[in-house]
């Protein structure tokens, strides 16, 4: 770290003092009066505002001294632990968010938004936050381990998620049935290794991703694409910022479009017979088959692949304006699909497109009839013979520069990283969590 940006952080670093000793003073959350709350706000608010200004002049400085200058890659919470580690109270450290780990969401002090204003403050900066993509994209430690089992035995068991080879497909089955799929912070982490594997696996050209069978009375013995974020899991303050929210957008969901970087945790190129000196990246074409519904995330999810398939009596909604929180990169990338004006209705009006409407065609690209209990199956296997041809790798990247450049991204997540930060703690949707979660 240079002595300049030691010193331009002096100028920052009271404000974050004073809102630690204003914290110190107060009760627990839950007891605190409206004049405790308003003077807590209003020094965390000072905090937070120096710290966007400083990252705003110093953020590319800060991610150089984080990372050798762009020659080592961080995870997340790697980043995190050495911001923390660099400057004192620029992000809160370790401890501080382990104390708040066993709260509700509502009890908790909203640390996590700070973690959203360093984010935010390193995806601003072009160089940054291009690298901080690219990082994310590498494989996990967890993905690594298992690919030797997972390339010999052909399968693997992730908990909320099961990989199996079948022919040139990976098929990827999300198996959280007393949710009904519903995304929590084990499923994110499931997710990606189970993309990495099909990713990594030479013998795979193509992957699917499926929802499993229920548990749940409602839809017993029936398959389920995904119920969105699990809102239970978000009131009792189980759903992480950095391990859900932004892992998820930045992870596997970019894995599935853009590819995964092969190198480790230092740069270092991986061997691989899919490695070639032409690209560093290993791409592959997806497929999603829909059962029953895709709500909130499991339709956000449908934006990243290549061939969407339903069954005739699916559904799609995102319920963004119900639950406050923003839909992930949906917002850009809906609009690009179906347009402004149907995406205004999906996301700001939670408009239900079911699988018989016309509306469905710009979301999906096969109806299956649902009243034929092998057209699913038949469906996926005619999407996969077709999109292993050799061609298709090649011109989905070309696709996906055009549709998505980089830059593009970085600039949506870079406001995405703050206001998702933001809206985790809105009063609206910390009272709707608790009327969805029936803890009300």
Not at 130 to 145: G, N, Q, V, Y
């Amino acid at each position: 770290m240079t002595a300049a940006l030691a010193e331009a952080w002096q100028g920052t670093r009271p404000l974050v003092v004073r809102a630690e000793q204003v914290l110190a003073e107060m009760p627990r959350k839950a007891d605190r009066t409206l004049e405790q709350r308003a003077r807590v706000d209003a020094a965390t608010d000072d905090a937070r505002r120096g710290r966007t200004a400083f990252l705003a002049e110093h953020g590319q400085a800060v991610y150089d001294a984080l990372t050798g200058t762009r020659t080592r890659y961080l995870w997340l919470n790697e980043l995190l632990d050495a911001a923390a580690e660099l400057l004192e109270g620029l992000v809160p450290t370790r401890e501080q968010m382990a104390a708040e780990a066993g709260l509700a969401q509502a009890n908790k002090e909203g640390r996590e938004i700070d973690q959203a204003v360093f984010f935010s403050g390193i995806l601003r900066q072009e160089r940054a936050g291009l690298h901080l993509m690219e990082s994310l994209l590498r494989p996990t430690d967890r993905a690594l381990s298992l690919l030797p089992e997972f390339t010999e035995r052909g399968s693997v068991d992730l908990g909320r998620l099961r990989a199996e080879r079948v022919g040139d497909a990976a098929h990827l089955t999300v198996t959280n049935p007393d949710a009904l799929n519903a995304e929590d912070n084990d499923l994110i982490a499931a997710m990606e290794v189970g993309v990495d594997l099909a990713l990594l696996d030479d013998r795979v050209r193509v992957g699917v991703l499926r929802g499993g069978e229920m548990t749940h009375p409602r839809y017993r013995g029936r398959r389920v694409f995904s119920a969105g974020i699990n809102l239970r899991h978000l009131d009792a303050g189980r759903i992480s910022y950095t391990d859900f929210l932004l892992q998820r957008e930045l992870g596997y969901l970019s894995k599935l479009q853009r590819g995964l970087l092969l190198a480790d945790a230092s740069g270092k190129p991986l061997t691989s017979r899919s490695a070639h000196w032409t690209t560093e990246t290993v791409q592959k074409p997806w497929i999603a088959a829909v059962d029953s519904f895709a709500i909130g995330g499991g339709m956000q999810l449908l934006f990243a692949f290549d061939r969407v398939i339903a069954a005739s009596d699916a559904y799609f909604s995102l319920p963004a304006a119900q639950e406050g929180i923003i839909p992930g990169v949906a917002n850009l990338r809906l609009p690009r699909i179906a347009g402004g004006r149907l995406a205004r209705q999906v996301i700001l009006s939670g408009r239900r497109i079911h699988a018989t409407e016309p509306e469905a065609r710009l979301i999906c690209d096969t109806i299956a009839d649902a009243a034929d209990p092998a057209a699913l199956d038949t469906a996926i296997a005619a999407a996969v013979e077709e999109l292993v041809a050799p061609a298709v790798v090649a011109n989905r990247r070309m696709l996906g520069l055009a549709e998505e450049p980089p830059p593009v991204l970085r600039a949506y997540l870079a406001e995405f990283a703050l206001h998702q930060g933001l809206r985790l703690y809105a009063p609206d949707v910390l009272e709707k969590t608790t009327k969805f979660s029936g803890t009300s």
